[in-house]
């Protein structure tokens, strides 16, 4: 009798399920991100429907962002919804959002492992915004889309690396108490 060796199986990991707040999040995000570059090219559009859904992607804007009025021209006469400091945030939460897709949470530059130390950090790096915006108005420097967007990535990041755990983590149970929830105290 010739015996034949049983193919092999493979052992796999149980597949944890994606909370819905991580769908919701990441939605929510490319609509942040996409709403001010697509905005210029709706409202320029003869398309019916089109620029009306631009008209609230700038009323949107409009009550968000600092100064609009600084955006960039993308489709002339119409700016982008935003300015680059507001674009520059999002931005940053885009980076921390791949990030996390890469490591899951478990590298240390994750603020929200290191309980109220952590929330300060991020306060402190979000602060880095109104920072520079009120820099501008005390006349430290003028606007510079540059400027702006390199503050604006520093106050995403640091907001990122903050939420995106919380948001895409699966949620781990001590107890009755899921672990995301528990915030150390000092």
Known sequence: MVRTAAPPTATAKPKQSRPRRSLIADVILVGLVSGPVAAPFLAATDWPILPQIAHIIYFMGDHVC????????????????????????????????????????????????????????TLGLCLVYPFELYA??????????GVVTLFGLVSGLGLGAYIMPLLHQSTRTSGNNPVWTRLPLP
């Open 66 to 121: 600092p100064q609009p009025e600084m955006a960039l021209a993308l489709m002339s006469p119409y700016l982008m919804a935003v300015c680059m400091r507001c674009f520059g945030t999002l931005m940053g939460l885009v980076v921390t959002r791949y990030l996390f897709s890469v490591n899951q949470g478990d590298a240390p530059y994750w603020l929200n492992r290191y309980g109220w130390l952590g929330l300060l950090l």
């Open 136 to 145: 501008q108005y005390w006349g430290w420097w003028e606007y510079n889309n």
